[in-house]
């Protein structure tokens, strides 16, 4: 039978194998560890969690990380079912006995009859066959350098430089304005591209010392920063001089407050719509190595960003990563080579639960399509779809960075303009995430 072959047994690694191989296709995963070690890892096992050893909020009800897990445990798959077994309290958050977790994950994948393990690395791209490359943030060189030569060196990341993103419902519009600078821009979608915060004088000042006086975190041994170019942090910019954010990230130029017409900002802080949708938009030029709670509190400084909520803080970090809404089709296969799949935090999702939700779709899409059939859309109400739709074509390709599940990657469940409780809205979503997500399963049994 024809075999399906899996770069990279991590989170969406393994729950990739484990669903090809209970769909009864014969799966080989090559991992590279323990031959090969990353900065991070510590064990061989598979599905090794790196770092924190919580798979964050359970709360299916109220949280999108949380409906995740829900949408994983009702399709049935290795990692949260390993991930239950080893549960460990912690309040409303599923927190994992990591060590545990990461043996039983790979003794489960030794003794399944239809999966082999090859301990190497891979170091090219396969030219013929069915594969799935999920090698993660901490990709083999040899494999980074290859997918770079296919894809194009501006296609790769091996840092993220993420900027902070808000959800647009929280900016206070009674202060900030939509205007594009200079006015350029033909169509309503361009001109709603950005958001604009002014600050005055004394704002400035206040912003820039908080800034300074911020916690940061450093960067983890072996971690090497090669970041320095065209993606300084905010902070690094303001103590190279008081006045070096007002001249770049924060210039004043081509604006004019509609609120306040007659009065010229001193600095001002530029938002661009993150998503199609509309509901999600990043701070232009925002990337910090600043601390969340810090990150917060300064924020918070900035005029119209007074009750922001964030859909994700900023942050440097090293992560190889592919520009997926231009590589990828909506079967998540590379587009100029598509007997290749990606999946996990290699396509541009972020963290253990997303990642392992990339690997469960794009384990079973591969079967599908190696049995003969596609599997239909899924729908972009649920988590799993918002992901999936998100990295292959929902996100600006130009600002593409990693991303983690929130309701602002949903269709909105209220018109523009309506206005609910936060609790109300959470529970729409997540109500229509679960019918939807429901139904697909169903749709897709019905289909085979
Ligand atoms: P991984 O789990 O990294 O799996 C990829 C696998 O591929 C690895 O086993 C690797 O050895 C193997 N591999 C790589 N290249 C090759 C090759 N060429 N040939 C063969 N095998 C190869 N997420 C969170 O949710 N919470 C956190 O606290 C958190 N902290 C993090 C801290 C650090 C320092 C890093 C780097 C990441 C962190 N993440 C965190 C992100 C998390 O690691 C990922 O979201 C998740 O592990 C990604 O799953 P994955 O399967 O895509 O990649």
Known sequence: ADR?????????GSE??????????PVTLHEMRPKVATFAHRTGSLAEMVCSNSFRSDDSEQNAVGLLHWEMRAAGGIIMETADAHRLPAGGALAVDRDPFAEAVTARLLAH????????????????????????PLTGSGLAQAIAAEAGQDSLAFFDAIAPIVHFDTIDMDTAWMQSRYDKGETEEERTAYINCPMNREQYEAFIDALLAAEKTGFKPGETAGYFDGCLPIEVMAERGRETLRFGPMKPVGLTNPHNPTEKAYAVVQLRRDNALGTLYNIVGFQTKMKYGAQKSVFAMIPGLQDASFARLGGIHRNTFIN??????????????????????ITGVEGYVESAAMGL?????????????????????????????HITGGAEAKTFQPMNVNFGLFPPVIAKGGRKGRQVRYKMYTDRAKADWQDWLGLREAAE
């Open 113 to 136: 009859p239809l999966i082999s393990i090859e301990y190497e690395e891979i170091t090219a791209l396969p030219d013929s066959g069915n594969w799935i490359i999920a090698t993660g």
């Open 361 to 389: 779709l794009a384990g079973r899409m591969a079967v599908a399509e190696m049995t003969g059939t596609t599997l239909p859309p899924v729908p972009q109400t649920t988590a799993m779809g918002a992901l999936i739709h």
């Open 324 to 345: 997926s809404p231009t590589l990828l089709d909506d079967q998540m296969r590379l587009k100029s080579k598509p007997h290749i799949r990606f999946a996990g935090q």
């Open 4 to 12: 399906l072959h899996i770069i990279g047994g991590g989170m969406a």
């Open 16 to 25: 990739a194998a484990w669903q090809a191989a209970q769909a009864g296709v």
